[in-house]
């Protein structure tokens, strides 16, 4: 029987790569234009990002913030949601730990001081989603619209309170430095191997968050309700689903989650906050739940991608001056492009050759 829709295999795992390499050679033609060798520069990139020990502690330290926004994004579009404002949430995440970080660091041991400021980040991220989930619940307004004029919000809150947070006499707009409790553990610690990087123990929390969605969302009632809103508001309504309730909680959690990133950057390495700390990780969760299904292994995998891009480009940029760091934020946005606007550019072809082969073996 002819085939009408893509086997899940294909949809999960096929088209994913497809667009993937279709970036990847767009890219490649970019770097020959810029008169470098493809193949040499990518083989830099890798051996930066994923074979030196070193280099590999920092892919994964910004794939460790790069998971909890693709964690954010991913959670809301289960529910049939396009929260494009996790930049802003992790904005107020990072202020939210740092409200208590300066309030308590210097009081409070590290191990009762950690979980306080996450749990800070987590409401504060939380409370920022919380309005345009609720818009779009009682009101009607596309949370697309509101999520992302938040962004802009959020970044012009950001200069009001950071001139607040500023230390007398000092001239960078940024908040004290924090007490040493106040400092995610760091991973080198038991395993020196991995070198003087930031890699911190919001890697392992990162994992930890990916279980518990995994789990959440494919083996839970609520999870179920999640999926059947995102699939069929008006059926899941049929079902007794508060449809009201459900936008505006998972709307929390994914604002919680992108607060949560916010932890990695400010606690693991800064250890200050800084204005434009989350340095576009919120849009990057973008290309990540697109990319990765919003399955947890693609996620794993496609913040880790996006990790390795950041720490290799840094290397290649330096052994290669003809090829710019802003390379790379033109490849991230050429994944976007695939992965997102033209995710099922592939998708008749695979589907006919799928075709094909069945009735090649039918022959």
Not at 36 to 54: D, G, K, R, T, Y
Not at 157 to 166: A, D, E, R, S
Not at 192 to 211: H, R, Y
Not at 227 to 253: C, D, E, F, K
Request: include cysteine; hydrophobic fraction near 55%; proline fraction near 5%.
């Amino acid at each position: 029987m002819k085939k009408t829709e893509l086997p899940r295999w294909a949809t999960g795992f096929v088209l994913p790569v497809l667009n993937l390499l279709s970036a990847l050679l767009v890219a490649a033609l970019a770097i020959h234009l810029l008169g470098e060798s493809p193949v040499e520069s990518l083989s830099i990139l890798i051996h930066s990002a994923i074979f030196n020990l070193e280099g590999l502690s920092y892919t994964l330290f910004y794939a460790s913030t790069f998971i909890f926004t693709g964690l954010a994004v991913s959670i809301a579009m289960k529910g049939g949601l396009f929260n494009i404002g996790a930049e802003g949430q992790m904005y107020l995440g990072g202020l939210g730990l740092t409200i208590a970080l300066l309030a308590l660091d210097n009081s409070l041991p590290a191990w009762l001081l950690i979980p306080i400021a996450m749990l800070g980040s987590a409401l504060f991220g939380a409370a920022w989603a919380f309005l345009p989930g609720y818009l779009q619940a009682r009101r009607g307004s596309h949370v697309v619209v509101t999520t992302i004029m938040f962004n802009f919000i959020a970044a012009d809150l950001m200069n009001f309170f950071i001139l607040k947070l500023v230390p007398e006499g000092q001239q960078n707009p940024a908040s004290r430095v924090f007490s040493a409790a106040a400092e995610m553990p760091r991973l080198n610690t038991w395993l020196p191997v991995l070198g003087d990087t930031p890699l911190n123990i919001s890697f392992l929390i990162a994992i930890a968050a990916l279980v518990i969605y995994g789990v959440m969302v494919w083996r839970s009632s609520w999870g179920y309700q999640l999926r059947a809103t995102g699939l069929n508001q008006h059926a899941a309504h049929y079902a007794g689903v508060s449809i009201s309730r459900m936008i505006v909680v998972t709307m929390l959690v994914s604002g919680a989650l992108a607060g949560l990133a916010a932890v990695n950057s400010v606690m693991g390495s800064t250890h200050y906050l800084s204005l434009n700390f989350p340095a576009g990780a919120g849009f990057v969760g973008i290309a990540i739940a697109l990319m990765g299904r919003q399955h947890p292994v693609g996620i794993f995998l496609s913040a880790v991608l996006f990790g390795a891009l950041i720490q290799g480009g840094f290397d290649l940029s330096l052994e290669k001056p003809n090829i710019p760091p802003e390379t790379f934020i033109f490849i991230q946005g050429l994944i976007i492009l695939f992965c997102g606007a033209m995710e099922n550019f592939y998708g008749p072809t695979v589907l006919k050759l799928l075709n094909l082969l069945t009735l090649g073996r039918k022959g």
